[in-house]
């Protein structure tokens, strides 16, 4: 069996396609692919996240899109990692086993956010009879308290977590708590998990904390000019580290004043790709035209370091 390749550096929160009637849009994802790999230079995806309103779709669709990443990613992408987190434990059960037939590279959970997990071995031990569903399969902790309000911090739930999830490989970790994100990394001392950081506007933070790499959704679009940002930062040439991620903090800066969420994602990645990314599902609605419009004024207008 080929070992492992460990993951790091950029991976892309995937956007769901949808059709202009709300139906999933399987034909353009070999589009995506080859876009993310040749345009942006970004070989990993997390595919049915936030960004790809995984909530949001049923169990079919989730498992039809996992199923097309997978094909049109094949010899392609480094990883594929499936997002199966829902809100009741037999459905990311099954989402899990689904995960595992099609050979995904690896799988995330979200904590319940309905009925939420009051204490880490509460957590854990979800997370475990989701994970024991696919016991050849990488698993990850999708961290991310803003939107679920589950707080527990991962530097607690680290604390013997390999003895009761074997395939516990690291964390999708959305928050903005760098000290816990820190205090994790400290922990990690073997190196034998990752930490991908999710709030990409803070990435370069994260790097200097020793972040493994990021899951965000701005890699979508603006993947080139964040790889160019590992690589300064890894040179080390920190002030042009600094420059990219100041740069991308204010595109993001300027569109979170305007409304920014995944419909707004969807638009930016439908103008920049070229690729129809369709409309989000209800209860979102689509991003006006007047934000399109500046949104797009805004990106052009932004001077990267090499010259775009």
């Known amino acids: 069996m080929t070992p492992r390749k460990k993951l790091k550096g950029l991976v892309a929160a995937t956007i769901t396609p949808m059709t202009p009637d709300g139906k999933i849009n399987l034909p353009v994802i070999g589009q995506y692919v080859d876009y993310l790999v040749n345009e942006q230079n970004v070989k990993n995806v997390f595919v049915n996240g936030t960004t790809g309103e995984g909530l949001s779709l049923s169990i079919q669709e989730r498992k039809q899109l996992a199923e097309e990443w997978m094909s049109q990613g094949k010899d392609k992408l480094d990883h594929v990692i499936i997002h199966v987190g829902a809100l009741n434990l037999p459905e990311c ?22 009925f939420k997990p009051t204490n880490k071995d509460e957590l854990v031990a979800f997370l475990q009879k ?3 569903e696919a016991p050849e399969v990488p698993f990850y902790y999708y961290h991310i308290p ?3 309000g589950v707080k527990i911090r991962v530097e607690e739930l680290l604390d013997g977590i390999k ?3 074997p395939t516990f490989q690291g964390v999708k970790f959305s928050d903005t708590d760098l000290l816990d994100l820190a205090q994790c990394i400290k922990k990690n001392e073997t190196g034998e998990f990752e930490f991908l950081y999710g709030v990409d506007e803070q990435l370069l933070g994260a790097l200097a904390v020793g972040a493994d790499g990021a899951v965000g959704s701005t890699y979508n ?13 890894a040179k080390p040439d920190f002030a042009l580290a600094q420059q990219y991620q100041f740069l991308t903090g204010e595109f993001l800066n300027f569109v979170i004043k305007l409304g920014f969420g995944v419909a707004q994602t969807k ?14 599902r209800l209860p979102l609605v689509d991003a006006s035209s007047e934000f399109i419009a500046k949104a797009k004024a805004k990106l052009d207008s932004i001077v990267w370091p090499n010259g775009d």
């Open 146 to 148: 803003p939107l679920t």
């Open 163 to 165: 003895a009761q999830i």
């Open 130 to 132: 989701v994970a024991s």
């Open 267 to 280: 638009a930016v990645m439908t103008f920049v790709s070229g690729i129809p990314m369709g409309p989000p």
């Open 93 to 114: 059960q099954e989402l899990a086993r689904h995960a595992a037939a099609i050979g995904a590279g690896g799988i995330a959970v979200i904590a319940p956010f309905f």
């Open 221 to 233: 679009y603006l993947g080139r000019q964040t790889n160019l940002m590992l690589q300064a930062f």
